[in-house]
């Protein structure tokens, strides 16, 4: 029945004209951007002028020290100049629209938008509204999308374990709220990962997760069981407060990320979080810590990872 | 006035007439249909040839804004809409502001409304004061001030002894509750069908459950009270099997779908398009072919355009924050006619969940023809197609999930109380 428009991230020529979301972005384009992302790292050279002139906006509708410090520096070795917008604190509070808030910072001649969200889809919406050379970035959007943290971890399992196609990863934690985990599910599926599992109580899952092509487990060292990636999730301490969960104690307890849990994995599984970690809530610091943590690394790829993004978009006119 | 209508072909669904006759009206009422009473002279030969002449449309839900909302639509625009989309009689839910919960205000409306000489407004009443749940409001009084009916609209009640305390004074006099059913604990935050698009889209979902606990609820309170109970909007298969099966025992209950649920499905949410956002949610595709069957088969009784107009600044936000609703008035026909030719069925038992089935829902007298009653009619053409465009539309709500779509079927005249309304 919909008129079914094309997919809004790519130009009229099937290349990156947004980045919003990972789910059905063609797996050529998710091997450029970790193989730009690997020549960066590669590069002597901290800084590169490809963004030279160029306006990137930090927009950010929900509070973040991490992501947007990452994509500042990014921006920044690209020599864009960048500038960073906390709308919590400003136009928001004055009963701005966020369109009004968009078409103004447009008219400041902006040339790409990094932007995070409550509200998921609310980089789509963006997107729709601006003038057709800016580009948009999601920096991450309610429970939607966090593309470039997908793409980082796609980054990291990949510098670990060099192939997809023959990997069990499980995510562990609250799917049910997680950008992060939805970004890796379809990233994983792209890139060809036969045994994505999600381990999580039945509270933190969203329905029907199992059509995203994953395996559900409720018992963490069952679903840990001889995978050769564990990716851990943040888990909010709002998610305490409702009926979700009884405690972080018990969540700990069956789904927290042990040494003794973690034995289940293969000897030479990697352990991904994307931060900030909630120590003893989800992850135990000996994990945390430990040598098969890839964590501090996830940061490092962080960074060249949205250079790649940056620099493939303002390249492609 | 003197109208003879000319060759086009009768559709009456109350009567099962479905046949090439005549039409002449008189002084506001149908003279005679077939042969031509004896010296009858038109003032006016209306050329019905290739169209299709059927009772006035009777619609279960249009939202009027009015009182409180003129910003987003007001009694002239939306009862253009109506004509325009040969709805002669609807029902207007009390989500005004003020609610309509005071005779004085239901006069109102229905004083505005006659003055405009358009369709007919018959208003349903709150059934709780400010719609607040918690206190009746004088039902009998909002009677004799017009209400047909009384409903909550999509406010909660208080708990459920209100509900049942509702039921129990309006069974006293009789008088129809409207419910929708949503249980507000288990749909709370929610935007979207709990289903896999919702999952993929990390929007917070309404279950099904929200749908039939609520539902069940209701269900049992109206075999406890004897209440007549029309239950307004079913999204769900579970839903609407569980009405099939009230109805199967005996209990005074009817139920109505709306028109973008009989088509759409979660899918249709796109790419996060707030045109999509309504309440309720765009269910399955497997929801949407149940609530498909029960129209056929007479378990849903009336189709209803849900008309909600909303303005665009409402509208252009993201998805979860955007105000759900969607115009309808003009839709309810070309809808219903492309669900009857998808479903297979014939004109008149489509047009019957619009016209006659509507008609019993809201227990007026409308929805047939018939020689000697009054003479609100639809005459349009089946086979006309024409695109859904924001210019295209009367109604000041612009927004549908059928932008840019074309459909079939465009009313060509509406005529209320024997006079032509609208012509195109």
């Known amino acids: 029945m919909w008129l079914n428009p094309s997919n809004p991230q790519l130009d009229k020529k099937g290349r990156l004209h947004h980045l919003l979301t990972l789910e059905g972005l063609p797996a050529e384009i998710l091997w450029q951007i970790l193989d730009t992302a690997k020549s960066f790292l590669g590069a002597k050279v901290k800084k590169v002028p490809l963004l030279r002139g160029k306006s990137v906006f930090n927009l950010f509708f929900e509070p973040s020290t991490r992501t947007r410090t990452t994509f500042e520096i990014a921006a920044k070795r690209l020599s864009a100049d960048v500038i960073n917008l906390n709308i919590i604190v400003s136009s928001q509070s004055k009963g701005e629209s966020l369109l009004d808030t968009v078409d103004n910072l447009s008219a400041m001649h902006a040339d790409m938008f990094i932007v995070r969200h409550g509200e998921s889809g609310a980089p789509h919406f963006i997107a729709r509204h601006v003038a057709p050379d800016i580009h948009v970035i999601n920096a991450g959007d309610g429970r939607h999308s966090h593309p470039t943290q997908g793409l980082l971890d796609m980054y990291t399992i990949r510098h670990y374990k060099k192939d997809f196609t023959n990997l069990r990863v499980a995510i562990v934690g609250d799917i049910l709220h997680s950008r992060v985990a939805r970004s890796a599910i379809h990233a994983l599926s792209t890139l060809g990962c036969p045994e994505i599992r ?32 564990v990716m851990m999730l943040r888990l909010q301490s709002e998610r305490m407060q409702g009926a979700l969960l009884p405690s972080a104690q018990e969540f700990y307890k069956y789904y927290g990320l042990t040494e003794d849990k973690l034995a289940a994995a293969k000897p030479d599984a990697i352990v991904l979080h994307p931060g900030p970690m909630n120590r003893g809530v989800e992850i135990d610091s000996s994990v945390a810590d430990g040598k098969q943590s890839v964590i501090l690394p996830q940061v490092t790829f962080g960074i060249a990872i949205r250079m790649a993004v940056m620099s493939i978009m303002a390249g492609n006119k | 006035m003197k109208i003879h209508i000319k060759g086009g072909r009768l559709i009456d669904p109350k009567s099962g007439v ?29 050329d019905a040839a290739g169209l299709v002449v059927c009772p006035g449309l009777v619609d279960l839900a249009a939202r009027l804004r009015e009182p409180g909302y003129e910003y987003m639509a007001t009694l002239e625009s939306e009862m253009e809409a109506a004509i325009a989309g040969g709805v002669t009689s609807l029902a207007c839910p009390p989500d005004t502001d003020p609610p309509l919960d005071e005779p004085g205000l239901v006069e109102m409306l229905k004083f505005r409304a006659k003055n405009l000489n358009q369709a007919r407004v018959y208003p349903v009443g709150a059934l709780t004061q400010g719609l607040k749940g918690e206190r009746l409001t004088e039902m009998a009084e909002l009677v004799d001030a017009g209400c047909v009916a009384f409903s909550q609209a999509d406010a ?59 539902l069940s609820t209701i269900l049992i309170l109206v075999r406890e009270t004897g209440a007549r109970v029309h239950l307004a909007r079913l999204s769900s298969a579970e839903g609407v099997e569980m009405v099939r099966q009230a109805k199967r025992q005996g209990l005074p209950v009817t139920c109505d779908v709306a028109i973008h649920h009989a088509h759409l499905t979660e899918m249709d949410i796109g790419y996060f398009e707030a045109n999509s956002r309504l309440d309720p949610p765009l269910r399955s595709q497997r929801d949407r072919a149940a609530l498909r069957a029960a129209l056929a088969d007479g378990t849903a009784d009336a189709l209803c355009s849900d008309h909600t107009p909303v303005d665009a600044d409402a509208k252009h936000l993201p998805f979860a924050e955007a105000e759900p609703g969607a115009t309808g008035l003009e839709l309810l026909l070309p809808l219903t006619l492309k669900w009857a030719e998808e479903a297979k069925i014939k004109l008149a038992p489509a047009l019957a969940r619009i016209t006659s089935e509507a008609a019993r829902v809201l227990n007026i007298d409308a929805g047939h023809l018939t020689a000697g009653h009054t003479a609100d009619i639809c005459i349009f053409d089946p086979e006309h197609l024409w695109k859904v465009e924001p210019s295209a539309l009367k109604s000041q709500g612009r927004n549908t999930p059928y932008i840019g779509l074309e459909l079939k079927g465009k009313v060509r005249y509406t005529l209320v109380d024997g006079q032509v309304a609208y012509e195109f």
């Open chain 1, 198 to 229: 999600v381990i999580a109580p039945k509270t933190l899952l969203p329905a029907h997760v199992e059509q995203m092509g994953v395996h559900v487990h409720h018992d963490m060292r069952q679903g840990l069981k001889d995978v050769d990636v």
């Open chain 2, 18 to 46: 479905d046949a090439k006759k005549d039409v002449y009206v008189a002084a506001g009422r149908i003279v005679a249909i077939g042969d031509a009473p004896a010296g009858f002279s038109a003032n006016r030969v209306i």
């Open chain 2, 156 to 214: 909660p009640f208080a708990d459920n002894q209100i509900l049942y305390h509702a039921l129990q004074y309006a069974a006293t006099f009789g008088f129809p509750v409207w419910l929708r059913a949503q249980d507000p604990a288990l749909a709370r935050n929610g935007v979207a069908h709990d289903g896999p698009v919702a999952t993929r889209f990390g929007l917070t979902g309404i279950p099904v459950c929200a749908e039939t606990v609520a």
